[in-house]
Nanobody, 126 residues
Framework: QRQLVESGGGSVQTGGSLKLSCVASPYIVSRFDMGWFRQAPGKEREGVAGITSDDSVTYYADSVKGRFTISQDNAANTLYLQMNSLKPEDTGMYYC???????????????????WGQGTQVTVSS
């Protein structure tokens, strides 16, 4: 049984928007620190955004600040990533991840997370 299931990916043109969702098993979103990562072909997986379990702190990669917003709905056990003003360089497979006690300076590191979804593809064309 998958604990994290992403959806919402698709193909958009530059400047478009998408909202990704990650439905989690009960209590994961409220008890774990969560993150969104992406991986483009031939590149390493990189942290895009993170959020603490109590929803009090959010983190963003410099490349997405001001364009992406991470949020969570504990009652719905769902993590979101609102992506606006999309660029071709945002193209990649997007994954949500859950980790326990992720250090603030390590939110962008894949090894900080122990649970992963299967990913959803985002393609931005110019």
């Amino acid at each position: 049984q998958r604990q994290l299931v992403e959806s919402g990916g698709g193909s958009v043109q530059t400047g478009g928007s998408l909202k990704l969702s990650c439905v989690a098993s009960p209590y994961i979103v409220s008890r774990f620190d969560m993150g969104w990562f992406r991986q483009a072909p031939g590149k390493e997986r990189e942290g895009v955004a993170g959020i603490t379990s109590d929803d009090s702190v959010t983190y963003y990669a410099d490349s997405v600040k001001g364009r992406f917003t991470i949020s969570q709905d504990n009652a719905a056990n769902t993590l979101y990533l609102q992506m606006n003003s999309l660029k071709p360089e945002d193209t990649g497979m997007y994954y949500c991840a859950a980790g326990s006690w992720v250090r603030p300076g390590m939110w962008h590191t894949p090894s900080s997370y122990t649970r992963w979804g299967q990913g959803t593809q985002v393609t931005v064309s110019s």
